[in-house]
């Protein structure tokens, strides 16, 4: 019996090491942790400070390409693969830190992958050297396809004398780099070590593949193979038999993203019909559609309504989704397949979409759940989606408060053309406020989701679970949270029982509101006054002026032998900013937008520019005028990121750093 158990453990052991694409039954919620030219919210350190909050709603975080590309850049002009990570988005031991944080908080990060093609260095043949572990890494000309760029590589290679492939692409052509030959067995055995690199060195959990129409699906089979991420997912941007065709040449070790399930909800938010969430985009179904025979390909997509290349952005229309962005983040986490939030969704209406991320979780859902269509007219569109713990009904569009769904449901949740109900066989108490760090006290619906009417909720803030005898409500009352931190538990009690005990964890702190100062220099331009057109935040910021292009400031401060124009602004929260967008006479020329300003801070505007509008320079930390010692300790005292530190001048007793003061920085060593 012991040979025959060896046999069968060996006969299987191939299959088990297989790359399995995406987890089947798979509940977890992915955050796109960047937007297009986003490097600042989107540095390594500015998402590691959001680690807890992340990880109080999120899975998985697909972060930018993370490897240096030679200039500024989003990573898709990839250059260095092994050792340069010094990027836009940060160092390399920054990228680590916020890669191990997020792994310690139960949150894995996906490595935007690209593969397709590669940026060279000085010439459009030659790319870098690179020894990794004891290894050198090389490609060379011959590792280009032989039809690169429409013909255009091979007529440059062979009048400077280099040589390309004997092999013509696998997919797609595309010009703007050199088109990597798949078939090369170099560039197969860079890529793998590549892949291994990323997961095994620096800490990834996945890939999400670049442009994978550009070569085969069947290398992306080899290289997961080869690798074995836990997960996979490819940008094929295409129609629904284009991308399930591609899931298949990878003997579907990867995902891909369901481009028909965003294009399904653009058309019915931008329309203003909502009928069409149950209708193809020109032919095509989502993959994740119930009219659609995807059979268990909702296993493999990723759903999203949103991204980089699709969002509205300067200079580039693109498609977007125009209007009701909070009912089209409910409609995505009422749905199977795996949803995919985009970043600025989140900044934009992260406390709408938490919760609606809970109630996913709560009731199940998972990449795999069953969906059938309840109602659909103009105005809204019901869908159930049946999760492993219950059923949601969501309801979503203009009319969605017109609708009350037929059975017996639960509203738990409820907003801008949206609506979330519970199956009342859940058994549970629903908790409105999502665990997290909040400034001041706050207030928390509970509600009952039971088949007994009249079901009353138990809770206790202590942390224990609560019991008959706990302190007792009725289904929709109202809680305050104090300051402080909390542990909520609540439970519904039927018929002499407690059930369903959901917990919350909070953490209340008070937030004093401070004062910035933003100062604007304008020698390189030659500009006598500047407009500050602003915005963003919690709504507070906008210009007095509130026509283009807002308010003009005609003086000028001097700090260290410079002209500034200064205008100040009050920060009232923790996520509370200012955005701006700088410029003279009637409000042209401008400067392009400068975003997320939360700190007193010193911007040049340069000569240089992003198509007609004017580049800013943020040159807050090397301004030089550094006061050692002792400051004026009449003024407030604030830490670099902003935060009121001493109202009163006073430094003794303060940890070593840099603070702010009058709108100058001092140390403390």
């Known amino acids: 019996m012991k040979k025959i158990y060896t046999t069968i453990v060996a006969l299987f052991m191939p299959l088990m090491m297989m790359a399995q694409g995406w987890p089947a039954n798979y509940g977890g919620v992915m955050l796109q942790g960047f937007y297009w030219d986003g490097f600042d919210a989107s540095k390594w350190t500015s998402l590691t400070r959001q680690a807890d909050e992340i990880a109080n709603s999120f899975d998985l975080v697909w972060l930018p390409q993370s490897a240096n590309c030679g200039d500024t850049s989003m990573g898709y002009d990839d250059l260095y693969w092994f050792t340069n990570y010094n990027s836009s988005f940060g160092t390399e031991s920054e990228l680590r830190n916020l890669i191990t944080t997020l792994k310690n908080k139960g949150v894995g990060c996906i490595a935007d992958v690209v593969i397709n093609h590669r940026k060279n260095k000085s010439n459009w043949v030659d790319f870098p050297s690179e020894t990794y572990k004891g290894v050198t890494y090389s490609m060379g000309s011959t590792d280009i396809c032989a039809n690169d760029d429409g013909g255009a590589t091979k007529t440059w290679a062979t009048k400077y004398?280099?040589?390309?492939s004997s092999n013509n692409d696998t997919g797609e052509d595309w010009g703007g780099m050199r088109d990597l030959d798949h078939k090369s067995t170099n560039v197969q055995n860079v890529v793998?070590?590549?892949?291994?690199?990323?997961?095994?060195?620096?800490?990834?959990?996945?890939?999400?593949?670049?442009?994978?129409k550009g070569y085969s699906g069947s290398f992306t089979k080899d290289y997961n193979n080869d690798s074995n991420p836990t997960y996979s997912v490819g940008e094929c941007w295409d129609g629904t038999n284009t991308i399930k065709n591609w899931i298949d040449a990878t003997n579907k070790t990867s995902a891909a993203f369901d481009f028909q399930f965003r294009y399904t909800v653009r058309n019915a938010a931008n329309n203003g019909d909502w009928r069409r969430l149950g209708q193809q985009n020109d032919g095509n179904w989502p993959l994740v559609s119930s009219t659609f025979n995807s059979g268990n390909y909702r296993r493999y997509a990723v759903t999203f309504v949103e991204n980089h290349d699709t969002e509205r952005r300067p200079g580039a229309e693109q498609d977007p989704l125009k209007k009701d962005t909070i009912a089209a983040n409910a409609y995505l986490m009422a749905m199977p397949g795996t949803p995919c939030v985009f970043y600025t969704h989140w900044l934009d209406c992260k406390e709408q979409i938490k919760p609606m991320i809970d109630a996913r979780k709560a009731v199940g859902i998972h990449n795999q759940s069953a969906t059938l269509t309840f109602a659909t007219n103009t105005s809204y569109y019901a869908v159930r989606t049946t999760g492993t713990n219950g059923q949601l009904m969501c309801v979503v569009g203009p009319g969605a408060s017109t609708y009350t769904p037929n059975?017996?449901?639960?509203?738990?949740?409820?907003?801008?053309?949206?609506?979330?109900?519970f199956s009342n066989d859940m058994e549970t108490a629903w908790?409105?406020?999502?665990?997290?760090?909040?400034?001041?006290?706050?207030?928390a619906t509970l509600?009952?989701?039971?088949?007994?009417?009249?079901?009353?909720l138990v809770y206790t803030t202590n942390g224990s679970n609560p019991t008959t005898s706990s302190t007792q409500v009725a289904s929709g009352s109202k809680i305050t949270i104090p300051l402080g931190s909390t542990t909520l538990k609540v439970g519904v009690l039927a018929n002499g029982q407690v059930k369903g005990i959901v917990t919350r964890q909070y953490n209340i702190t008070a937030f004093e509101p401070y004062n910035i100062d933003v100062f604007v220099n304008t020698d390189q331009v030659g500009w006598t006054a500047v407009n500050f057109w602003t915005w963003g935040g919690d709504g507070s910021h906008g210009p007095t002026n509130t026509s283009w292009p807002g308010d003009k400031v005609t003086t000028t401060v001097s700090v260290n032998g410079m002209n500034?124009?200064?205008k100040s602004f009050t920060i009232n929260s923790s996520d509370d900013y200012v955005n701006f967008v700088f410029s003279t006479g009637t409000g042209s020329p401008q400067t392009v937008n400068v975003e997320n300003i939360n700190q007193t801070s010193y911007l040049v505007v340069s000569s240089e520019k992003s198509g007609s509008n004017h580049l800013v320079t943020d040159v807050t930390t090397g301004i030089d005028n550094v006061i050692m010692g002792q400051p004026?300790?009449?003024?407030?005292?604030?830490?670099?990121?902003g935060r009121l530190v001493r109202t009163n001048g006073q430094i003794e007793g303060l940890q070593k750093g840099i603070y702010i003061m009058n709108g100058k920085k001092f140390i403390v060593k």
């Open 161 to 164: 004398g280099y040589s390309l």
């Open 192 to 212: 793998k070590a590549y892949l291994k690199m990323l997961l095994n060195d620096l800490g990834y959990v996945g890939f999400r593949y670049d442009m994978v």
């Open 407 to 421: 059975g017996s449901w639960t509203n738990v949740l409820s907003g801008y053309h949206y609506a979330y109900y």
């Open 431 to 443: 908790v409105n406020l999502p665990s997290g760090k909040y400034e001041n006290a706050q207030t």
């Open 447 to 456: 509600t009952a989701v039971s088949a007994t009417s009249g079901a009353k």
């Open 564 to 566: 500034w124009y200064k």
């Open 632 to 641: 004026d300790r009449t003024s407030a005292v604030y830490s670099i990121d």
